[in-house]
Structure formats: structure tokens, C-alpha cells
């Protein structure tokens, strides 16, 4: 990089990439095996309903995560409703105020409210302290939602609501093939909800699942998800259209294919972003050694006086260069946004934990479609900025 601030598209400069460089695509099959797999399920003339391809990739998500029962769904908010109605949860539900919006979402779906606790400043991750704060008569159920790989700590959640009386589940949107006691992630509380977003590390046109070992629960999800695939019968009060589709089992099948080969290259790609990021003010989100997990998401945050920007300005920065930063799936944070702000005590509440790692994150590109290459030239930009910092902030103001 030139070491004149011109250099920057913000300033002036042609922008360093000609095209964007995106952080969402983030794992397309190719298009000899996607052909391949939807030649057969047009063969099959089966393409909902349970179809073969969907209970293939059942059978290997419970063998893979060693669970009894996975129950696929055709995105995860679905599989989140289905499964609180399952659980039979009533009035209020403790939720982390860093969370996705369709973790929230789908409590409101189900006519139930949440109670936001602020997360550890560490782990981003709901925690004993923060949980026990925000108890109270009304609260029937407490959500942990997994974060960049790593896993909450079940063991004190587990003893949090024994002591209580309250179901325990996680929205393991960014865990799948993770573990926690060198368990995987999916065998956890009463159920876990994984999403599989083009975003996750399986893909399958955004649907979802849900993993459980508890047979009553599995038997009544299944009924509630649609009649086709239901196996024994149970009652339930209502159902959704949350049937699983062929083409999107055809996509989580050749997911699961290169599965292993992607969290290897993940990997090497942190690795490189770590040993080039090496810079005051920098930090990233690290993975317990003894534990598995995916690295399917480079996540810094941005310390304002030692790198010498905000995260908000190093964003701006980058994106003038084409490289599209996720500025954190949290912001704005979803106890202020609509439908979650009807409840309006919580506008006035500062959960500063929640706010400070909002304001300060950033997730960097990492997917499939990014090479090696071009993760040395985003650093080089970063690090460019850094060096230049000062002066930058003096043209920004």
C-alpha cells in the first residue's frame, strides 16, 4: 500500500477490490454434485413431505453428532417455535440481550415474552450471575445461544435450571460439529435448534433442525413440523408447515460431504488473519484447545484508543475498498428493535456488556469463496490503517 492517505478509496483512491468481497456465500456445492444429487430426486419424483434425501440427512446429523434424534425443519425460526411449544413453555423466557433476531422473534411467535440478561464480556455468552439477576416467578425457560464456535457452559446452566424448575435449550446457530465436555453441541439441555443458513457451516437453502435425545419431545416435534415423517403418533395442539424439503436436504447432504475438508481450511484462514492482525487494539474471539469447533467465523473486536479508530470507522474504511465487513449479526441489538421493544422496560436498560461488544465487533470475510490472497491484502489495508490512524481520524472529523 502507498503510504499516503489517498491510497484509500474513502479519500479519493479507486477502490483496492474491483469487486465486493462479501462474508455471506459462504459454501455452494459445485454444480457437477448439485446437478448430480437433483437428477436423483427427480428420479425419485419426491421433493417434499419427508423424501428420502431429508431422512438420509437425518440419519447422518444423529450419526455424526451422536445424538437419538434430529428433526429437520425448513429454517430454524420454525424449529425454534416448534420446539418451545414442544417444551411447553408459558409467560416469560430469559433470553441474552446479544442475540439474533430470530432467536427473539420466534419467543414472540409463541406468545411468550423475554426477559434479557446482559452476556460475559468474555465468552459474549449468557452466564450464571446474569441469569440468576433477571429470575423471577413468571420465568419458565432459559435459551443460551452458542456463540463463534464455542459452546455456553451447560454444566452451570444445567444446574441453573434444575434449581429453578425451568427447561434448558440453546440456539446453536453457530455450533454445529462443536462440543462442550467433548460432547457435541446438539446433546445439550432439553433440545438445541441449529440453523442451516448459507451463512452456517452446512448450508441447505436456509433450513434448520432440531436435536434432542429425549423421545416424548422428538415424537411431538415431529408431529407438530407436518403429518409426512411423524412416526408415532402424538397429540398436539397445533402444527406448522415446517416440512423439510428435498432440494434443501439435497444441499445439506453435499454440505456434510466436504464438511471435515471446510473446518481445516476455516482453520488456516484464522491462523493467517491472527499472524497478520498481530496490531495494538486488535483482538480476537479464541476456541478452548481441548474443545472441537468450526472456525467458521473471524470475529475481532476493536479497542478505540489502541488501534485508533472505531469499529464504525474502520467499517466505512473498508467498505469504500469493497470489503464488506459483518459490522456483528447483534447491531443494532435486538432488545431495541422492533417487535422486541414492545416490551418497554427493557429501552431504558443498559446492559453494557451486550453494548460494549456490539459497538466494538467486527466479523471479518472469511467463507469459502475467499482466498488466501485476498485475506493478505484485507490485512495489509488494516494494517495500513492502523499505521495511519491519527491522521485518518483528523480527516474523518
Known amino acids: 500500500m502507498n503510504d499516503h492517505l489517498k491510497s484509500l478509496a474513502y479519500f479519493g483512491s479507486m477502490p483496492y477490490f474491483s469487486n465486493l468481497i462479501r462474508n455471506d456465500c459462504r459454501n455452494i456445492a459445485d454444480w457437477k454434485s448439485f446437478k448430480k444429487l437433483f437428477n436423483k430426486l427427480f428420479q425419485n ?9 431429508a431422512q438420509e440427512l437425518e440419519k447422518r446429523l444423529e450419526s455424526l453428532l451422536k445424538v437419538k434424534h434430529v428433526i429437520c425443519v425448513t429454517n430454524e425460526t420454525i424449529g425454534l417455535s416448534l420446539a418451545m411449544k414442544a417444551l411447553g413453555l408459558q ?49 419458565t425457560g432459559v435459551i443460551g445461544v ?7 457452559d451447560n454444566s452451570i446452566l444445567k444446574k441453573i435450571s434444575n434449581d429453578y424448575d425451568i427447561k434448558l435449550f440453546y440456539d446453536a446457530t453457530h455450533a454445529f460439529g ?15 435448534v441449529f440453523s442451516f443458513h448459507e451463512s ?40 406448522g408447515n415446517g416440512r423439510f424439503s428435498e432440494a434443501q436436504a439435497a444441499l445439506a447432504i453435499l454440505s456434510l460431504d466436504n464438511y471435515e475438508q471446510r473446518i481445516k481450511q476455516n482453520l488456516q484462514k484464522e491462523k493467517l488473519y491472527k499472524s ?14 481441548d474443545e472441537k469447533t468450526n472456525y467458521q467465523y473471524v470475529a475481532i473486536q476493536i479497542d478505540e484508543e489502541k488501534f485508533g479508530l472505531s469499529k464504525k470507522e474502520l467499517a466505512v474504511l473498508l467498505k469504500a475498498e469493497n470489503i464488506i465487513v459483518n459490522k456483528s449479526p447483534f447491531f443494532p441489538l435486538v432488545y431495541l428493535t422492533h417487535p422486541a421493544n414492545v416490551h418497554q422496560q427493557y429501552i431504558s436498560t443498559k446492559f453494557e456488556n451486550a ?26 489495508i488494516i494494517i495500513f490503517i492502523y499505521e495511519n490512524s491519527t491522521q485518518i481520524k483528523k480527516k474523518l472529523r
Request: glycine fraction near 8%.
Open 178 to 192: 462443536c462440543t462442550f465436555n467433548q460432547k457435541f453441541i446438539g446433546n445439550l439441555g432439553e433440545l438445541e
Open 91 to 139: 409467560k416469560k423466557v430469559i433470553v441474552p440481550a446479544l442475540s439474533f433476531a430470530g432467536t427473539v422473534q420466534s419467543l414472540i411467535w409463541s406468545n411468550l415474552e423475554p426477559v434479557f440478561c446482559d452476556v460475559d464480556i468474555h465468552t459474549h455468552m449468557i452466564n450464571e450471575s446474569q441469569i440468576k439477576s433477571a429470575m423471577n416467578n413468571n420465568v
Open 276 to 289: 497478520l492482525l498481530n496490531i495494538p487494539g486488535i483482538s480476537f474471539i479464541n476456541h478452548p484447545e
Open 45 to 53: 419424483g419426491w421433493y417434499t413431505n419427508h423424501g428420502p434425501l
Open 355 to 380: 453494548i460494549s461488544i456490539s459497538n466494538s465487533l467486527i466479523q471479518l470475510p472469511s467463507s469459502e469463496a475467499i482466498s488466501f490472497d485476498t485475506i493478505k491484502k484485507i490485512c495489509e
Open 146 to 152: 452458542h456463540m463463534w464456535g464455542n459452546s455456553c
Open 200 to 239: 452456517t457451516i452446512i448450508n441447505s437453502f436456509g433450513g434448520g433442525a432440531i436435536s434432542t435425545n429425549n423421545d416424548k419431545l422428538a415424537a411431538y416435534i415431529r408431529n407438530s413440523r407436518s403429518s409426512y415423517g411423524r412416526g408415532k403418533l402424538e397429540p398436539v395442539s397445533l402444527t
